[in-house]
């Protein structure tokens, strides 16, 4: 399949496709190999460093599968930062890396940051929500290789499931702390509450 999907030949990008695949359950790896492919295909016309925008989509939730107290994207970035620096890599592409996951739930801050930044965020989106110009019959290709297998259900249910174990990885006002909210009965507080305003003002 590593082939099959023209995916960086690096012994760095096959040291990340090898982390992701030894820890994220299938739904999971699916989806962040098909977000690299969808990335690439958003930036077909951007001067991009692959092998950097690789790892950064096939890490991008790696959050998901430790826990630190923080919220999943930044036990991710910290996590491949880790990774990246115990391979020797430099602390201007790990941060690049870093940047990517943690703002890859963030609208409207990755577009105004690097091209790798930017197209981990836009993966995700043409993936997850079906955001982004990836015509029908290449998200058929694809998901023929890499299925669904119900991401948005067990994606949903994976970060409820943090968050039940340990609040602190659904901060208010934080997009784990709003699937919370839609996906349970438990009370988060809202920005009137952080304010303790009353909410029929």
Not at 116 to 129: P, R, S
Not at 147 to 164: F, H, M, N
Not at 177 to 191: H, S
Request: aromatic residues 6%; hydrophobic residues 45%.
């Amino acid at each position: 399949m590593y082939e099959e999907l023209r995916l960086p030949d690096t012994e760095l990008a096959r040291a990340a496709w090898d982390l992701a695949k030894s820890t994220h359950p299938d739904y999971l790896f699916n989806h962040v190999v098909r977000t690299f492919v969808y990335a690439r295909e958003i930036g077909r016309d951007v001067e991009v460093d692959l092998e950097v925008l690789f790892i950064g989509c096939v890490l991008h939730d790696v959050g998901l599968t430790v826990s630190t107290g923080q919220r999943f994207e930044v036990d991710g970035a910290d996590a491949a930062r880790e990774f990246l620096r115990g391979r020797g890599v430099d602390e201007s592409t790990a941060e690049v890396v870093w940047q990517a996951i943690a703002l890859h739930t963030s609208p409207g801050i990755p577009g105004r940051m690097r091209p790798e930044v930017a197209l981990v965020q836009a993966g995700t989106g043409a993936d997850v929500l079906r955001l982004n110009e990836i015509s029908h019959d290449m998200r058929a290709e694809v998901e023929e290789l890499l299925p669904w297998l119900d991401l948005g259900t067990a994606i949903s249910q994976a970060i409820v499931d943090r968050a039940r174990d340990d609040p602190r990885t659904a901060p208010p006002l934080s997009f784990p702390a709003q699937v919370v909210a839609e996906w349970t009965d438990a009370d988060i507080p809202g920005w009137r509450d952080l304010l303790g305003m009353d909410k029929t003002r």
